[in-house]
């Protein structure tokens, strides 16, 4: 059995709304997150989540034009998303904003857009602004976890009640929402985990999770903790043994588009070498949920069922 059996997967949902294969294209605005200019989240490092081609000294055309001819080398790659995957992609003045994504969408072979950006940089226009276009757009929003103890821990600067506003408004102006959640955050065990997990599912504003392990990277102020010892990399299996725990509680129609944080490998900034690669976590990840009979919804559908009837 393949893992897309087990879950539902970014290429079946892409493939099932447009009916063919869509790459994302990594994009800039170009503006820096304004959290990171005020000392940033714990854990950040901007090397880390900015692709080769991506750079504010590029127009938003350029950035596409080598995104799209390093894509059409690998693949026959013909339908892009624009995806403002770096800093924070919807902090700057509305006017620009709206230029910016409008190149983008328009540009030759995009067929939607995807913004990514902190749950307190959601706000009614924007809202109004992305449900202007008449392609599909949707918003990522960097949630990370329910708990607001873990949102301080990670010197978040917003809090879970942002959150739940950002996705209300997205909701409103039929946005298709999905979020960024970080398993393993310290001080949270399993527990705390799944509790986020099925908030998210309950939560019907959300289509979609990307699900991001904790990677201690050097030049952070999480990687200074570590060499004082205050810090500890969780080991790559640890995570998938979590990562099999919290599949059965997502909800079955919610896309889970990434497992591992991106990036982990072909970079030497992470302060510990994790063994083996993604396919074979992976293929880890599948095995593991073969072995406990798990498939993503299962316990969720449970408990809906013994809510709903008192028994399953
Ligand atoms: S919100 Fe994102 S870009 Fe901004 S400091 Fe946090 S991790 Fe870095």
């Not at 067929?111 to 599909?136: A, H, M, Q, W």
């Not at 509790?195 to 504003?205: A, E, F, Q």
């Not at 979590?242 to 889970?256: K, N, T």
Request: aromatic share 8%; hydrophobic share 35%.
């Amino acid at each position: 059995m393949q893992l897309s059996e087990l879950i539902t997967t970014y290429s079946q949902a892409m493939l099932k709304l447009y009916g063919e294969k869509i790459f994302r294209i990594g994009v800039s605005t170009g503006i820096m997150c304004p959290h990171r200019a005020a000392g940033g989240c714990l854990f950040c490092n901007p090397e880390t989540f900015r692709g080769a081609y991506q750079s504010e000294n590029l127009s938003i055309e350029k950035q596409l034009e080598k995104g799209i001819e390093i894509l059409k080398q690998n693949s026959k790659a013909k339908s892009f998303i624009a995806y403002f995957q770096d800093e924070t992609s919807s902090a700057g003045q509305l006017n620009y904003l709206q230029d910016i994504f409008s190149r983008a969408i328009n540009y030759p072979g995009i067929r939607g857009l995807t913004i990514s950006t902190r749950p307190d940089y959601v706000k009614e226009e924007l809202c109004e602004l992305l449900g202007s276009f008449n392609k599909p757009v949707s918003i990522e929003i960097g949630m990370q976890s329910i708990h607001d103890s873990s949102l301080q821990y990670i010197e978040r600067g917003h809090n879970h009640q942002n959150t739940i506003e950002a996705i209300e408004l997205c909701r409103k102006w039929g946005i298709n929402t999905g979020v960024h959640l970080i398993m393993g955050i310290p001080g949270e065990k399993l527990p705390d985990m799944i509790d986020t997990i099925r908030w998210v599912s309950d939560n019907k504003g959300i289509q979609e999770i990307k699900l991001h392990n904790l990677v201690i990277y050097k030049g952070t102020r999480l990687g200074d903790l570590w060499e004082k010892g205050e810090a500890k990399q969780m080991p790559i299996e640890e995570y998938i043994e979590i990562l099999s725990e919290l599949i059965p509680w997502v909800r079955e129609d919610i896309v889970i588009s990434r497992l591992f944080t991106s990036n982990i490998l072909h970079n030497d900034l992470a302060v510990d070498s994790m063994p083996g690669n993604k396919t074979k976590w992976m293929n880890q990840l599948r095995l593991e949920l073969i072995r406990k009979g798990y498939r993503q919804g299962k316990k969720y559908l449970r408990e809906i069922i013994i809510d709903d009837f008192g028994r399953i």
